[in-house]
C-alpha cells in the first residue's frame, strides 16, 4: 500500500511493502471509471508521465535560470529512465504473462499501455523539442556553447581528432556481426552505435553490420580547450564518436549509422520461499539487472528505418517501443555540463541554509536536547545537526548504545563512517539496513559488509518488506539530581535519507527529542524490527503495516463526521504520491461532507479532483522548483476537537 510512504505525520516509523508487487498484485487502473467502482481514478502511469511534463515546463521557463532549465531537462531523462525501468517493465510483464491488475481486463490493461505509451512519445519529442528550440539557442547566446560536427572550425576538428586519437579510440572495440560475432550484450541505458558498412570484409563476405559500443567510463561531455575555443565550448562523446566512425573500419565506407540506447527492466525478483540470504542473493541478481528484459529502444531521429527495425527485433520490442530522439539519446549525462559550465549567474544562486538559533549558543546538540526538542526544516535548516547527534554519541564515553535505520545514505558517508568508528570503539551498534533501497542495493551491500566486519549487529528489516523509517536512537549513562545512574535515551526521527548531500536538495522534517514516550516507541520499533516479534503498543508513532493504514484512516473519518456535525474540519495533507485507493475512498465522501481537503502531491496522484458531487472540495497541486518537495505531512483537527 503506497500510502505507507504518502501520507505519514513527521514521527514517521514503518515498514512499507516492496515498490513493485509481482504481476496482478498492484493494480494499474486505466484512465477513467474502473469496472467495478462508483468512484473514479486516474491511472497512475499517467499521473507520472503528467509530473515528468510539469518538470519539463520548468526547463521551459524563461524564468528558471539558463543551466538549471538544462538540468531540469536531464532530470525529465532521469526520471523517464527509471519510468521505463520500474513502472514500465512491470506492464509489460503483467501483458506478457496476461494477468491484467485485479478489477481490470485485459483489453483494458493493453488500452492503458497504449495510452501510456503514446503519452510518453509525446513527452519525448516535447523535451527534444525544447532542448533545441529553446535551451541550446538560449545558451549559445549566453556564451556556452554544445558544438556538433558541422559548427567545428578546422583548429576544433584537429583537436577533436587528436583527442579521439588519444583518449577514445584505444577503448573502443568495434563487433562485426557475422555467425562467429553475434549481436554483443548491451548494457541498460549504456550509448551504442549501430553502423551499415560497404563492400565486403577482410576475408571476402558481405558482412554489413557492426556494433560499437562507446566506453562507459569516459566523459560524455568534453570541454575544448582555450587554445581552439572560448571559455565554456563543449562536445558530446558521441559527436566526437560519430565524426570518426569511419576510422574503425579500414577499406570500407560508412553508408549509415545511429546511436542508440536500449533501457531494460531493472526491478530485482525474488522468491521469499527460496531466498535463505537476501544479502547473498542481493549479490548474485544485482549484476543482471544491467541485462533484463528490453522496455525502450532509443535510435537518433535520422536513424534508417532498416537499421531501426533490425534493433526492433533484435530486442524483441515492437514499433511503440521505439523512440526518436532529436538529440543525444542518453540527455541524462547532460548534466555534467551543467557541472562544467563556468557562469554562475545562469545557475541558481548559492543557498546559505540556517542553523536554530540554540545549536548557535550551545554546540553540544545532546545538552540542547535535555532542555529542548529540536525541530529541524531541511534543506532550509542544515542537517549538521543530525550529524553532530551521531559523531557526539561516536565520541561520548557515557554513550554505550547507537541504533539506527538505513534506505539511502550514499557512497560516501560521514553518517555511516561514524557508526563504523563507533562499532570499532565497542559501542554496541544496531544498524537496520534497507538492502532493496532500489538502486542504492549495492551501496548498501557494501556498508552492511564494513559494518559487520566493524563489530556492529546488522539486520536486514522483514523480508518482503521495505523498512523504511528513518529512527536513530542514543542510550546514554546518565545520572539523575539524586546521583543515582540511569538511561537516558536520545532519538532522531525524520522524513528523509541520512544522506548529508541530498538534505540540501530535498525538503523534509527532522526531529531531535528526548520525550520519553516518542523515544520508548523509538526503541520498541527497532526490537519489532530486530526480533521480528509483535511490536507493543506505540503511544505516539503509527507504525506501518500494523496501524499506520488503520490511524489514517480513522483520522479522515473522524474529521468527516465533524464536518456533517458542522465543526470546523479541514484536512491539509503533503506527500510524494497518492495511489492508495482506501485512502481515496475515505477522501471522497470526506469532500462530499462539505469539508475543504488541500492535498499537495509532488508525483503520482490517482484520486481525481473536481467531480461534481464527488471531489469538489479536493484541491490538489504539485510543487516544483529549485528543492524537491518530498514527504511531509501536516494534519489539521485529525485527532479530534
Known amino acids: 500500500m503506497n500510502v505507507d510512504r504518502s501520507l505519514t505525520v513527521v514521527a514517521r516509523a514503518h515498514t512499507e511493502p516492496a515498490e513493485r508487487a509481482p504481476p496482478g498484485a498492484t493494480p494499474s487502473i486505466p484512465e477513467g471509471p474502473t469496472k467495478g467502482r462508483d468512484a473514479p481514478l486516474i491511472n497512475r502511469e499517467l499521473s507520472l508521465l503528467a509530473f515528468h511534463r510539469r518538470v519539463l515546463a520548468m526547463a521551459e521557463d524563461p524564468a528558471v535560470p539558463l543551466l538549471e532549465r538544462l538540468r531540469f531537462l536531464c532530470i525529465v531523462s532521469s526520471n523517464l529512465d527509471e519510468f521505463f525501468e520500474i513502472r514500465v517493465a512491470g506492464l509489460r510483464e503483467q501483458l506478457r504473462v496476461k494477468v491484467p491488475p485485479p478489477g481490470s481486463s485485459l483489453h483494458d490493461l493493453r488500452a492503458a499501455f497504449s495510452r501510456i505509451c503514446e503519452e510518453a512519445h509525446t513527452l519525448v519529442n516535447d523535451k527534444y523539442r525544447t532542448l533545441n528550440e529553446q535551451v541550446l539557442p538560449a545558451l549559445a547566446a549566453a556564451g556556452i556553447r554544445l558544438l556538433r560536427r558541422a559548427d567545428r572550425n578546422a583548429q576544433q576538428r584537429a583537436w577533436v581528432n587528436e583527442y579521439f586519437q588519444r583518449e577514445v579510440k584505444p577503448l573502443l572495440t568495434p563487433i562485426g556481426l557475422d555467425p562467429a560475432h553475434p549481436f554483443p550484450q548491451v548494457v541498460n541505458k549504456s550509448l551504442n552505435f549501430i553502423v551499415e558498412l560497404s563492400g565486403r570484409d577482410a576475408f571476402g563476405r558481405e558482412t554489413s553490420i557492426a556494433i ?77 539487472r544491467q541485462f533484463g528484459l528490453a522496455v525502450r529502444l532509443e535510435v537518433a531521429s535520422n536513424c534508417p528505418a532498416h537499421l531501426a527495425q533490425m534493433l526492433l527485433h533484435q530486442f524483441e520490442l515492437q514499433e511503440a517501443d521505439l523512440y526518436r530522439c532529436d538529440g543525444p539519446v542518453n540527455l541524462a549525462r547532460m548534466s555534467a555540463l551543467v557541472d562544467e559550465a563556468d557562469l554562475d549567474e545562469h545557475k541558481y544562486p548559492v543557498f546559505v541554509q540556517g542553523s536554530p538559533a540554540r545549536l548557535k549558543e550551545q554546540p553540544d546538540v545532546l545538552a540542547v536536547m535535555r532542555q529542548r526538542d529540536i525541530l529541524l526544516h531541511h534543506p532550509y535548516q542544515t542537517f549538521d545537526p543530525v550529524v553532530d547527534f551521531i559523531r557526539k554519541a561516536v565520541d561520548d564515553p557515557d554513550v554505550l548504545a547507537i541504533k539506527q535505520t538505513v534506505y539511502r545514505t550514499g557512497v560516501n558517508s560521514v553518517l555511516m563512517e561514524a557508526l563504523v568508528e563507533a562499532a570499532r570503539r565497542g559501542k554496541e551498534v544496531t544498524v537496520v539496513v534497507e538492502l532493496l533501497a532500489r538502486f542504492d542495493e549495492e551501496a548498501n551491500i557494501n556498508w552492511a559488509e564494513r559494518l559487520e566486519q566493524a563489530g556492529a549487529q546488522v539486520v536486514y528489516g522483514v523480508f518482503g518488506l521495505k523498512t523504511h523509517a528513518k529512527l536513530a536512537l542514543l542510550i546514554r549513562r546518565e545520572r539523575d539530581a539524586a546521583g543515582k545512574t540511569l538511561l537516558q535515551s536520545y532519538a532522531h526521527l525524520g522524513t528523509g535519507n541520512y544522506h548529508p548531500r541530498t538534505t540540501r536538495m530535498y525538503t523534509d522534517f527532522g526531529l531531535l527529542t528526548t520525550h520519553p514516550e ?122 479530534g476537537p
Open 212 to 288: 560499437v559500443k562507446a566506453p562507459r567510463m569516459l566523459p560524455r561531455v568534453i570541454e575544448l580547450p582555450r587554445e581552439v575555443a572560448p571559455d565554456n565550448t563543449f562536445v558530446l562523446l558521441s559527436s566526437v564518436i560519430h565524426a570518426h566512425l569511419g576510422e574503425l573500419f579500414a577499406g570500407r565506407d560508412v553508408i549509415s549509422y545511429s546511436q542508440f540506447r536500449v533501457t531494460r527492466d531493472a526491478d530485482l525478483w525474488f522468491d521469499e520461499e527460496e531466498v535463505k540470504n537476501l544479502r547473498q542473493a542481493l549479490q548474485g541478481e544485482l549484476p543482471q
Open 518 to 639: 516518542i523515544c520508548s516507541d523509538v526503541s520498541e520499533v527497532f526490537l519489532h524490527i530486530t526480533s521480528l516479534a509483535k511490536a507493543n503498543r506505540l503511544k505516539r508513532l503509527w507504525l506501518a503495516p500494523f496501524t499506520m493504514h488503520r490511524h489514517l484512516l480513522d483520522a479522515i473519518r473522524r474529521e468527516t463526521r465533524h464536518a456533517k456535525e458542522g465543526k470546523r474540519a479541514h484536512i491539509i495533507a503533503k506527500m510524494n504520491a497518492l495511489v492508495e485507493e482506501a485512502v481515496i475512498d475515505a477522501l471522497y465522501p470526506a469532500s462530499s461532507a462539505g469539508m475543504k481537503i488541500d492535498l499537495i502531491v509532488r508525483g503520482a496522484c490517482a484520486l481525481r479532483p473536481g467531480v461534481a458531487g464527488l471531489s469538489d472540495n479536493i484541491r490538489v497541486r504539485s510543487i516544483l522548483g529549485r528543492f524537491l518537495e518530498r514527504r511531509l505531512s501536516r494534519k489539521r483537527r485529525l485527532d
